[in-house]
């Protein structure tokens, strides 16, 4: 840290130095224009190089067993060109991987490709996409998927639940662009400023963007477990209290982002309030179940396990909710 005194003029006119070095490295001289812009937390920021064009990141691979992981990581990284290019011909295999990989990718697109390499390119603008937006997207999606699940489990709809289980990907697609942007965010103040979010900030949506992405993982179990259950019939006990845990974790869930968007303190804490009858739910269905003795119990069980377990997802969503700040 370069600590500098903040001079006066007789004008009443405040200035402080530039540090040299930092001077030369950017190529500035005597009249050099520089850009001033003051971030949301009071810091200023001085940018010599505004009028520049921001220069695509380009990054090249080799296929290998883990192709896939490379490119999702390059994209989460906030690389603009992937180059990925085998020695002589490349494989069938791998041309495959490649394509699939751009497909679980938001705006990851071919946009060259001969026997040894394909170019893949990322087309987004990072400033059209708010990632309060993208968060309330992939919440929308895991929230449908939780509530056509449990009605696929209740219903015996083996198709509805495959459906739930195929919405999954595009969570997972939402959750993937968050992250990129949340990135890109934190590296770049003049975006931060943009799309009006704070780099603190990003710390939060990231973390509660795994959350509602576990909620659609948890869904999906849901799902298969009402795929397994097949045309099999539960004893109305057990199903009657398996709605109300649903429901105590379905409207928790929604409280949660209703309150993270809000900062509603009041609303964050009505989602703690629901904990006790969350776990005693819990502990009514085991006890319950261990009753009824069915061939059926370890789907009721089990699907008692992944509510509780989005009901809890919810909770650490609704513990981050700051009050608004005067």
Known sequence: MDLRRVQRTSGGTFFVCLPKE???R?????????????TADGRLVIDAKYRAERTPQTVALQPSPLLDREIVSKYLLGYDIIRVEAKDRMSTEDRDCVKQASTRLIGLEIVEEDYSKIVLQCLLEPSAYPPEKILQREHSIASSMHKDAVTAFFENDAHLAKNVMARDNEVNRQYFLLVRILRTVIQNPGLSEKLGIVPIDCLDYRLVASLVEAVGDQSVQVAELAVKLGKAQVAKELMQLLMKLHRVAFE???NALKSLFSRDIILAESVRDERKNALNLYAEIESAVQKHNSEVAPQVLAAASS???????????ADLVMPKTA
Not at 26 to 38: D, H, Q
């Open 252 to 254: 928790s869930n929604e």
């Open 26 to 38: 950017t190529g500035l001289a005597r009249s050099s224009v520089v850009a001033l812009s003051e």
């Open 22 to 24: 930092w001077a030369s």
């Open 307 to 317: 509510i509780s377990h989005i009901y809890d997802n919810s909770l650490d969503i």
